[in-house]
């Protein structure tokens, strides 16, 4: 194990490099592992890398407070004296490897770990492609995508987003069953970039 006055690293024999993070980030503290292909280390070395998380979040991402590309400085006061600072910006670690994406696309994590930065867990897809592709949210009522508890009806509801419009799918008594439903609509409608729930029939 190597370390810089970054991040500390590892050099791996399979071709793969760790980058090790440690954060007090509110959602993900502790110590985290960013993995990337050794041969991509040159993009990412010069940066300390961090974390980025929400409440919403599955998995968090790694990112970096860069000078700012059209450069500047900040001014404010500390302690009663005037100071100055580089302008900043936020890069995200995904995008210093892909690249910025092409007009429409994002980056998606195949395998939903968006701290497994190699290449071939990486593509450029359209933002409803992304989206397709989000586990349910941290404070989701269900641990299935597209499943969420109704009060109203004491039943679990069953809905996904497409184009910007909320479909319904109905009501069930079985949070397996509204899993179902959700996977059937997902996939008549995106085919192979729908992620599924893992599921079996209620009273399987």
Known sequence: ???NNKNKFQHNDDGTTYIFVETKNKY???KHTIIIDSEDWDKVKEHKWGL????VMRYPYASARIPHPD??????????KEVRQRRRTGLLFHHAIMGKPPKGKVVDHRNHNGLDN?????EFVTQAQNQQNV????NSTSAYKGVGWYKQTKRWRSKLQHKGKSIHLGYYTCEHEAALAYNKKAKELWGEHALLNEVEACGA
């Open 1 to 3: 194990m190597s370390e």
């Open 28 to 30: 993900f503290p502790g």
């Open 52 to 55: 980025l998380g929400s409440i």
């Open 71 to 80: 450069g500047g400085w900040r001014y404010g006061t500390r302690n009663g």
């Open 118 to 122: 190699r290449k071939g867990n990486l």
């Open 135 to 138: 586990r349910s949210n941290r």
